[in-house]
């Protein structure tokens, strides 16, 4: 029984009314830009300490450091927010321009701070961090100082910020620009429709198979028309992180993504290595599920096919009741707190035109909110994404205890939180699945997860490492690219594909982001890191919710092999750590295999 009707758009108001003209969005980013430009000129004068009497010099640096970051954040979120629910909203384009410029003055600043601090006396520095005011920001403030060492001089970086604002990050929204401008026409239940990418993704669960395939075909023509330009784009982005990495005199493509994510080359290659090696299940569900649809092997266009006519939709009210009651069972906070998320407009999930494509969770600093975005559309895995997403908004909610300083936490651990709500979820549809047709299709929702992180994601990061070392001797072609893709996904799905998708690469915005370079590992990290948790959490019960918490605020203060080793008790960079998960995922793909023989 549903007992309140939710919102479907979200509430941007709260923040800026008058939502990208507003004049109070307009204050508040040339308020932003005047502080920016008095710290600016503040840090001229800030000096390398000598002494730990000058400890007030750098906490103040921290709290106006702070301020600017926050607020800043704020606007740059809520212009996020105005683009992805309007991509034809031109003045939040010009906005997102000016909030990169303003965001790289803020990384020089930054780059000032840590530049001044790395050059510290090693027992002046051990000093400093022994006090009152810094101690609690020791690991944050080491961080800093090794990156420092690992970079170019201030002026040189400082030079590769500003020119980045044009090049680099401007590579970036041209890929936004040009998915946006695509359109799909099709037939859709006997309507001819005009769709976004966003729209004609989403009907790749489509019970009918034609349509599925008609999508699919549609949007592989429409990459294919504009491959040169998304080809351009992807090595100008690839070309740019390879230039700076040279002058900074690092071997490797995986150096900055790897410390962006606090983790070891050790513990991805333990990662990768036990999924490599249990693959075998996986590829015998996918050889099932195309039997099952009339196949001999899988097309692309049917992973995510829905087997069974019997699974409910749940319009976006059901969803919100089911993700609540469930929630609930888990822990008292997170119910209370994603409730209060449905009741006061933080989601916008309507299906509508000109929505960008996929789904996030961005986080207002200031207000100390978060704002969901998705297009909901009634499936099984439209109410695990809002579930994964409402994660993502807990961990920040998790953290408002926490000092600004040590709330910067890593993708990988970010996807923990949102996968480990999407699992609470996943599992309580199976449980509660009325008819054996509805339990081997909602086991199948789950199982999907599975392949798009052990094999979907894989074939990403196989594709994204071969690109950059060809990339280092010049342009990749469109061509290659869509050759390096078909290699990387026939690897990556062992023998299961009957057909791939060669222009994944174009298709795929986690390819074009330029915040955060391989923008893939950390959701397989984060899968199966939050496996673990969750296996605590169903042993330990209700109880368990305030060392969850405990552990999501733990998250941006140590590494990732810290991080498990003192919530966990595990070493994860051995394999045996990452077999332990991956054998959870395959009891499903067994009890699949179990339930689908019985039906014969």
Same mark, same amino acid.
């Given at each position: ?55 007030d ?14 607020? /800043? ?21 010009? /906005? ?6 303003l965001?790289?003055?803020?990384s ?5 701070i840590?530049q ?6 090693? !027992? ?11 101690? %609690? ?8 100082? @090794? ?6 001089? @201030? ?7 500003? /020119?980045?604002?044009?090049?680099? $990050? ?23 429709k005009?769709?976004?990418?966003g ?21 592989e ?11 351009? &784009? ?35 290659d ?18 099932r ?6 196949e ?29 009651? $469930?929630?609930k @069972? ?7 707190f ?9 989601i ?12 996030f969770c ?19 895995s ?16 998790a /953290?408002?205890?926490?000092? =600004? ?23 309580? *549809?199976?449980?509660? *699945? ?6 081997i ?8 997860? !599975? ?11 196989l594709?994204e ?7 280092? %001797? ?12 078909? *290699? ?16 994944? =690469? *174009?298709?795929?915005? $986690? ?20 496996? !673990? ?22 998250t941006?203060?140590? &590494? ?41």
């Open positions: 029984m549903i007992e309140q009707t939710y919102s479907m758009v979200w509430d941007l108001d709260s923040f800026f009314v008058g939502g990208s003209s507003s004049t109070a969005l307009r204050k508040h980013l040339d308020e932003v830009k005047n502080k920016l430009v008095t710290f600016e000129e503040e840090l001229k004068s800030f000096c390398t300490p000598s002494s730990i009497q000058e400890v010099q750098i906490v103040h640096t921290i709290n106006k450091l702070k301020d600017i970051a926050v607020n /800043l954040s704020e606007g740059g979120a809520v212009i996020g927010c105005f683009l992805a629910q309007d991509i034809t909203d031109k003045q939040a384009a010009l /906005l997102e321009g000016e909030v990169g410029s965001y790289a003055k803020l020089s600043s930054m780059l000032t840590q001044v601090l790395g050059q510290t006396e090693e !027992s002046v520095w051990r000093d400093l961090l022994q006090t009152k005011e810094l101690s %609690n920001f020791a690991f944050v403030l080491n961080e800093w100082r @090794e990156e420092a060492k690992k970079m170019l001089s @201030e002026k040189e970086e400082d030079m590769i910020t500003t /020119l980045s604002v044009d090049g680099y $990050h401007a590579w970036g929204q041209l890929y936004d620009l040009l998915v946006g401008d695509i359109r799909i026409k099709l037939t859709v239940d006997g309507v001819e005009e769709l976004s990418v729209q004609a993704n989403n009907l790749s669960s489509h019970e009918d198979a034609a349509i599925r395939k008609a999508s699919f075909d549609a949007l023509a429409a990459w294919t028309e504009k491959e040169d330009f998304f080809a351009k &784009t992807l090595n100008h982005l690839a070309g740019f992180r390879l230039a700076v990495y040279e002058k900074r005199g690092w071997d490797s493509v995986l150096q900055e993504p790897l410390q962006i994510n606090r983790m070891k080359q050790e513990t991805l333990a990662m990768w290595g036990a999924i490599s090696k249990n693959k075998a299940p996986f590829v015998e569900y996918l050889h599920k195309s039997a099952m649809l009339g001999k092997r899988i097309h692309w266009y049917d992973l995510d096919a829905p087997i069974s006519a019997s699974t409910e939709k749940m319009d976006f009210q059901q969803g919100a009741a089911f993700i609540l009651k $469930h929630f @069972e888990f822990g008292p906070k997170l119910a209370a994603s409730r209060h998320a449905f009741e006061n407009g933080w916008e999930a309507e299906d509508r035109p000109n929505k960008r494509p996929g789904g961005t986080g207002m600093p200031v207000s100390e909110e978060s704002r969901i975005f998705m297009t909901y559309s009634g499936s099984m439209n109410v695990s994404t809002l579930a994964h997403e409402l994660g993502h908004a807990f961990h920040s909610y /953290l408002r205890p926490v000092h =600004w300083m040590n709330r910067q936490y890593a993708m990988g651990v970010a996807e923990t939180a949102s996968t480990f709500a999407e699992m609470i979820v996943a599992d309580a *549809a199976v449980k509660e *699945a009325k008819t054996d047709e509805e339990k299709a909602l086991l199948e929702d789950k199982i999907q997860r !599975s392949v798009a992180f052990f094999m979907n994601i894989h074939a990403r990061f594709f490492t071969r690109l950059y070392e060809e990339r280092k %001797n010049g342009i990749v072609s469109a061509t290659r690219l869509n050759e390096l893709m078909e *290699a990387a996904q026939k690897e990556a799905y062992g023998d299961a594909l009957e057909t791939t998708h060669p222009h994944f =690469w *174009a298709s795929k915005l $986690h390819f074009y982001i330029t915040d955060v370079p391989f923008y893939n590992f950390p959701y397989t990290f984060g899968y199966l890191f939050s496996l !673990s948790i969750y296996a605590k959490a169903i042993t330990e019960g209700a109880n368990f919710e305030e060392k969850y918490i405990a552990l999501l605020q733990d941006a203060v140590m &590494t990732v092999e810290d991080l498990a080793m003192k919530h966990l008790g595990e070493d994860i960079t051995n394999e045996a750590f990452w077999i332990k998960g991956i054998n959870l995922c395959i009891q499903d793909v067994n009890e699949f295999i179990q339930f689908t023989n019985a039906k014969g």
